[in-house]
């Protein structure tokens, strides 16, 4: 389940396209809300929230830099929340975080899946099992 999904199960409001505007403070002096502005929806407009802390993040974003450099095309998925490669130049594979898989298990999986990708192809250009061990 993408981490959004699991917050707004949890009852926590989540804000999208905001840009932080002034840190608000508190009682004390510490931290006590922000104005942001959210551009998310038909107008932008500024929002006042109370908070006891301020956290960012800037996303997350898998090593996807060689498949780009490719020639793979991405596309983002909303339901994994990130860029997927949607097709891979002849010769590349992905596999693993950078296919939107998480879980050990299953980014396992995807490895194996990839390796067996590149064992087919090379059978069918150079005939034979590929040699173990060592580079090609």
């Not at 006891?52 to 800037?58: H, R, T």
Request: proline share 6%; hydrophobic share 45%; aromatic share 8%.
């Amino acid at each position: 389940m993408p981490a959004a999904e699991e917050l707004t199960r949890r009852g926590v409001a989540l804000h999208y396209g905001v840009t932080p505007v002034e840190a608000l403070a508190g009682a004390g002096g510490d931290v006590g809300g922000l104005l942001f502005e959210t551009t998310a929806g038909a107008a932008p407009r500024r929002r006042r929230i109370g908070l006891d802390g301020i956290w960012m993040s800037v996303g997350f974003a898998p090593a996807n830099a060689l498949l780009h450099q490719a020639g793979a095309r991405l596309a983002y998925s909303q339901a994994a929340e990130q860029f997927l490669p949607q097709t891979l130049p002849s010769g590349v594979y992905a596999c693993g975080k950078v296919n939107g898989v998480y879980s050990f298990a299953e980014r396992v999986a995807d490895g194996r899946a990839a390796g067996e990708q590149a064992r087919a192809a090379w059978v069918r250009r150079r005939g034979g099992a590929p040699p173990v061990g060592r580079a090609a």
